[in-house]
């Protein structure tokens, strides 16, 4: 039953109860933090590819994103902040969701302290184990978070923030896409071969964050006059040059600390998911 409001020439219904309110409210949440997610990976891939689409502005600009830089920060961080005032109010999943991120947040800074062995840093562990078991958006925003918190505490404040928040994000939401049917063993194995192959997409990913602002006349550098088969083979060999021995530590990093710690941390973190009730999308 509804009841009808007369306000002025306007007419609006009423829910008749609380309970009818905030059932409403509660299946509007997950389609409002299904679009922010969307937004926050929208703006993390233009960040990446609009240099290539503009390459004349992409001359003026300063070099390594030190014009936009800061308003993608900026961008990101609006929208995280949004996801957790959405998950704090009603509808959301509540204090319990924003309280795990902030403790695997912590871990993340915490794990980044001691620095890279070459490209490996044990933080991506975090991210892996949290992406699997609470599901892709959960990854992606301890991803996102867990970098900002490391960057300012650790790595430091630069224009290759946003760019790393992003690609650790895509790590954990790759991480959540997993199946998880079967047995322990597979989903390990499947965790540890994701482990593997994100440690190299991660480095082939955060490359592309400086390299079109490469103008030394090196043959691996970006033509923007060349065509984009030449431009791959050019990347492709800078890759090779600059970033594939440094993320085979990080890769092969990943799959011992899965195989290592990844089955009691999983548990753990499904058995704290069940004990908070929580449904993370």
């Given amino acids: 039953m509804t009841t009808r409001l007369e306000l002025g020439l306007e007419t609006r219904t009423a829910p008749s109860t609380e309970a009818e309110a905030r059932e409403r409210r509660t299946v509007r949440v997950p389609g409002i ?3 922010l997610l969307a937004l926050a990976n929208v703006i993390g891939l233009l960040a990446f590819l609009w240099p290539f689409v503009l390459p004349s502005v992409a001359s003026h600009v300063a070099e390594n994103h030190q014009g936009d830089g800061p308003w993608i920060v900026a961008a990101l961080g609006a929208i995280l902040l949004a996801l957790l005032f959405l998950e704090l109010g009603r509808g959301g999943l509540g204090p319990k969701t924003v309280a795990l991120l902030g403790v695997l947040g912590a871990a993340m800074v915490a794990l980044r ?4 062995v070459a490209g490996f840093s044990a933080l991506f562990i975090v991210v892996l184990v949290a992406g699997n078991s609470l599901g892709p958006g959960f990854g992606f925003l301890l991803g996102c978070v867990g970098m900002f918190a490391s960057g300012i505490f650790v790595g430091g404040l630069g224009p290759w923030l946003p760019f790393e928040m992003v690609a650790v994000g895509w790590v954990g939401a790759g991480a959540g896409l997993l199946p998880h049917g ?4 597979t989903r390990i194995a499947w965790l540890a071969a994701f482990g593997f192959v994100s440690g190299y997409l991660y ?6 964050w400086f390299w079109p602002f490469l103008t030394d006349g090196s043959a ?5 006059g060349g ?7 050019h990347y492709l060999g800078f890759y ?6 440094w993320d085979t530590f990080r890769a092969v990093g990943n799959v011992v600390l899965v195989l290592a710690i990844g089955r009691p941390v999983l548990a753990a973190l ?3 998911a069940r004990r908070m009730q929580l449904r993370v999308v």
């Fill in 182 to 185: 079967g047995s322990w063993r």
């Fill in 203 to 208: 480095g082939l990913v955060m490359e592309l």
């Fill in 113 to 116: 302290l001691p620095g890279f």
């Fill in 33 to 35: 933090r299904i679009a």
């Fill in 270 to 272: 499904d058995r704290a």
């Fill in 240 to 245: 090779v040059v600059d970033g594939l021995t």
């Fill in 220 to 224: 691996l550098a970006w033509d923007p």
């Fill in 227 to 233: 065509g984009a088969w030449m431009n791959v083979r």
